[in-house]
């Protein structure tokens, strides 16, 4: 078999359990990789089978040519299925990062953040759960059970929303719309109270079945954060046309303020646009006072940071909320 565009090597060991969950226990796969391990195909073929044996001869279901490879790869591997576990025996947790109004002074929201104690790894990093969940096939479901997880929680909340982030593969499927809308009355949360996130680059991966999911989420009163504002491509008149409520200024514009002169003006710059087009703006990555006050000074709604508060579990949230 011959596979193209991967975009990570261990997306070929992925494929081989594909493979072998079809050809039974007994089988084995062998891996090469071009241009990596050769350029020619005979070789690749070669190195390939070699591999195979390889595998063989240790009773493994798959290998690559290159033996460091081969370890790397099975760690994901191995990763992808305490995933798989984790979610069918609610291993996950949700931290819920509070977000501070700031004119008002006083706390109004969170933002869900993925977290998994593993029980030999520790605490295993976000970016590294949703890489292994996008290998395997798993962003769908870690996806939902974030989403319904976060609303089971919110609804226990007095007044506060929650922003839940939605990666593009999540978002890009036609019935996201729908299963927002199921997780809303299953939970009792009011859709007022959610926020889906999504980044600014994902918006413009496919502009026209985003724009479709946007007006569906609209309709059923959920609101919508541009995630990682400045750091994509996004068109302005995609911008207007989409029923956005709510910029959010990534924090690499955040950390050198009020010193840095350029990410002031890229700050003001976002803040303005914001106030023009009718939109919130907040600002994350906040650890300082100097920043906050900067913020404050330029007009801008939200901000969440440790200067504001770690992410804490719901019910520690709750009892935020319930000490302001």
């Given at each position: 078999?011959?596979?193209?565009?991967?975009?990570?090597?261990?997306?070929?060991?992925?494929?081989?359990?594909?493979?072998?969950?079809?050809?039974?226990?007994?089988?084995?796969?062998?891996?090469?990789?071009?241009?990596?391990?050769?350029?020619?195909?005979?070789?690749?073929?070669?190195?390939?089978?070699?591999?195979?044996?390889?595998?063989?001869?240790?009773?493994?279901?798959?290998?690559?040519?290159?033996?460091?490879?081969?370890?790397?790869?099975?760690?994901?591997?191995?990763?992808?299925?305490?995933?798989?576990?984790?979610?069918?025996?609610?291993?996950?947790?949700?931290?819920?990062?509070?977000?501070?109004?700031?004119?008002?002074?006083?706390?109004?929201?969170?933002?869900?953040?993925?977290?998994?104690?593993?029980?030999?790894?520790?605490?295993?990093?976000?970016?590294?759960?949703?890489?292994?969940?996008?290998?395997?096939?798993?962003?769908?479901?870690?996806?939902?059970?974030?989403?319904?997880?976060?609303?089971?929680?919110?609804?226990?909340?007095?007044?506060?929303?929650?922003?839940?982030?939605?990666?593009?593969?999540?978002?890009e499927a036609p019935a996201f719309a729908t299963t927002v809308a199921g997780v809303l009355e299953e939970t009792g949360l009011p859709s007022a109270r959610l926020e889906i996130e999504i980044t600014e680059s994902s918006l413009m991966r496919d502009p026209e079945q985003v724009a479709v999911t946007l007006i569906a989420l609209a309709a059923l009163g959920v609101s919508i954060t541009v995630d990682d504002f400045g750091t994509g491509y996004s068109s302005l008149a995609y911008l207007r046309g989409f029923p956005v409520d709510t910029l959010k200024i990534d924090r690499a514009f955040i950390e050198e303020l009020p010193g840095n002169a350029e990410d002031a003006a890229i700050v003001r710059a976002i803040v303005s646009l914001a106030a023009a087009l009718n939109l919130r703006v907040v600002a994350e990555g906040v650890s300082k006072q100097a920043q906050l006050d900067f913020l404050r000074a330029e007009g801008c709604d939200l901000a969440q940071g440790y200067l504001i508060g770690e992410a804490t579990a719901a019910a520690d949230f709750a009892a935020l909320l319930g000490g302001e």
């Open positions: 078999m011959i596979q193209t565009d991967l975009d990570r090597f261990d997306e070929a060991a992925f494929l081989a359990h594909k493979l072998l969950d079809g050809l039974g226990p007994e089988a084995a796969v062998g891996i090469a990789l071009y241009p990596d391990d050769s350029r020619a195909p005979d070789d690749l073929a070669n190195l390939a089978g070699g591999a195979l044996d390889r595998a063989r001869e240790g009773g493994a279901a798959f290998a690559y040519h290159a033996r460091a490879v081969t370890v790397e790869a099975e760690d994901r591997v191995g990763l992808a299925r305490d995933l798989r576990a984790a979610l069918k025996t609610d291993a996950l947790r949700l931290g819920y990062q509070p977000k501070l109004d700031i004119a008002a002074g006083r706390i109004t929201g969170a933002e869900a953040l993925l977290r998994w104690e593993h029980p030999e790894r520790g605490r295993v990093a976000p970016d590294l759960i949703l890489g292994v969940a996008r290998e395997s096939e798993l962003i769908g479901p870690l996806g939902e059970w974030a989403l319904r997880q976060a609303c089971i929680d919110a609804a226990a909340w007095s007044e506060a929303s929650v922003a839940v982030n939605v990666e593009a593969e999540q978002f």
